[in-house]
């Protein structure tokens, strides 16, 4: 038998002989287990508000540590507030992950002051332009891919020796269904995360030896701040919901329990992949 898949597989390495073990394990403990992430620690960028805040929320009721951040310390201070109130052992502290001293302050600060990094959730995305692709100048371009692309690159690369440390580390990049279908007036923004797809799938293939998960999260239309412009006009919000399979906008909420499942060891064996969170709006086969 052993020979039989040995023939299929071809060789099998020494790290590949270890995983199985691993795996087991790491599946038992998840039947005992009701909080799913448990001792994890995590950190979410972004997470003041929106998809992010939910995300963060989600981790915590599930057993996380969590390290929550943005730009601007009232926002973190309110949002350690309101996961407080939820009994979710949380901190705070800002982080704009545009600047290389922020994202480093935050991984740091994060392993000093819970000993460890198990998760890490790169939520932040900018889209300061609205309109042909054409038009958009070489400034807003840079800046579309310095936030939406470069940062949660420079960010997997500093957790990473944390998150090999974990043996059970997890990424998890928060792109878009523009991703896969480029939404009308923001052709930038859409290819930033398209490249958000390519680094998900570029880095599952490198981490998975370090039982590093890599997966991504592709929201539909989420009624928050960010796609405010869409939802304002009743008119418009019609027609999105129209050409979906679930008769409503998504809420941040339906996103935090997708993100929360692929941190744990129920997706013990899931890396590389890309969930759509739409309502069932039309992306890919
Ligand atoms: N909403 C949607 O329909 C939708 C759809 C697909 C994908 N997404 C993606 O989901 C993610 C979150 O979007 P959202 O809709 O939840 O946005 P949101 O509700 O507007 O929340 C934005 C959050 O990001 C923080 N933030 C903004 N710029 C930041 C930066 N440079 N560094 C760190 N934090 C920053 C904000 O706090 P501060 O102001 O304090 O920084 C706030 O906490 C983005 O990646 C977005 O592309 C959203």
Known sequence: MLSALRSVFGRTSSIAG????????????????????????AIVTASTEGIGFAIARKLGLDGATVMVSSRKQQNVDKAVEKLKEDNINVAGMVCHVGKEEDRKQLIQETVDKFGKLDILVSNAAVN?????????????????????????????????????????????????????????????????????????????????VENIRVNCLAPGIIKTHFSSA??????????????????????????????????????SYITGEIILVTGGMQARL
């Open 18 to 41: 270890q995983l199985p073990a691993m795996s087991v394990r790491k599946i038992q403990a998840a039947g005992k287990s009701s909080s799913r992430l448990d001792g994890r620690v």
């Open 128 to 208: 300061p332009i609205f309109g042909p692709i054409m038009e958009a100048t070489e400034k807003a371009w840079d800046k579309i891919f310095d936030v939406n692309v470069k940062a949660s690159f420079l960010l997997a690369k500093e957790a990473y020796p944390h998150l090999k440390n974990s043996h059970n580390g997890s990424i998890v990049f928060v792109s878009s269904v523009g991703g896969f279908v480029p939404l009308s007036g923001l052709g930038a923004y859409s290819v930033s995360k398209t490249a958000l797809f390519g680094l998900t799938r570029a880095l599952s293939v490198e981490l998975g």
């Open 230 to 267: 869409i939802w304002t006009s009743e008119a418009a919000t019609e027609r999105i919901v129209d050409t979906l399979s679930i008769k409503r906008l998504g809420q941040p909420e339906d996103c935090g329990g997708t993100v929360s499942f692929l941190c744990s060891d129920d997706a």
